[in-house]
T-cell receptor, first 114, second 117 residues
């Protein structure tokens, strides 16, 4: 089983649609969770951290379910500029130097169509 | 103001050559990383340094040798390049506070696209 698994997509949605991405992780000791965004031929950039209580940033909502080891990202009212690959990212846990090691999912590709 | 910079941006070279990629961060971070992103877009960590000390060394051929002259720089030297080394190499940095829990946010450089012919 991969440490972080995502549906690769691609997701092709019309402007204004709501789209949800899911991610599962295998290490129950993981403490930190993130969604990164990577545009074509660019570097990954942090989109948002994911907290147990769920968190929202504008049109983006992230949820974490520790019991199921599941993370989600919801994008409402999608824009053309949301087209990118969304990477689910999980840290390894709190022991030793590996705590700082992030494991990246392979990404979910989103294309928002006009 | 560039936070994490890498040079060169593109590198095309012949099999068997030796090449280096340089990385610098001006964020004052203590920890720096090298990642490899292959043609399937899978981003995998190779090395991590904390304050010039190697803390993560994943299963990477020993043809790859990182060097950190100071905590703001982490260079990657690759000997005897092979076709399979073709990929995009990203440098990243993050804070490394003394506390166990941190934000772990990593800031990435623009990447070096390596093509081995």
């Amino acid at each position: 089983r991969k440490e972080v698994e995502q549906d690769p997509g691609p997701f092709n949605v019309p402007e204004g649609a709501t789209v949800a991405f899911n991610c599962t992780y295998s290490n129950s000791a993981s403490q930190s969770f993130f969604w990164y965004r990577q545009d074509c031929r660019k570097e990954p950039k942090l989109l948002m951290s994911v907290y147990s209580s769920g968190n929202e940033d504008g049109r983006f909502t992230a949820q974490l379910n520790r019991a199921s080891q599941y993370i989600s990202l919801l994008i409402r009212d999608s824009k053309l500029s949301d087209s990118a690959t969304y990477l689910c990212v999980v840290n390894k846990g709190i022991s030793s130097g590996s705590a700082r090691q992030l494991t990246f999912g392979s990404g979910t590709q989103l294309t928002v169509l006009p | 103001d560039t936070a994490v910079s890498q040079t060169p941006k593109y590198l095309v070279t012949q099999m068997g050559n030796d090449k280096s990629i340089k990385c610098e961060q001006n964020l004052g971070h203590d920890t720096m990383y090298w990642y490899k992103q292959d043609s399937k877009k899978f981003l995998k960590i190779m090395f991590s340094y904390n304050n010039k000390e190697l803390i993560i060394n994943e299963t990477v051929p020993n043809r790859f040798s990182p060097k950190s002259p100071d905590k703001a720089h982490l260079n990657l030297h690759i000997n005897s390049l092979e076709l399979g080394d073709s990929a995009v190499y990203f440098c990243a940095s993050s804070q490394f506070p003394g506390a166990l829990i941190s934000t772990d946010t990593q800031y990435f450089g623009p990447g070096t696209r390596l093509t081995v012919l």
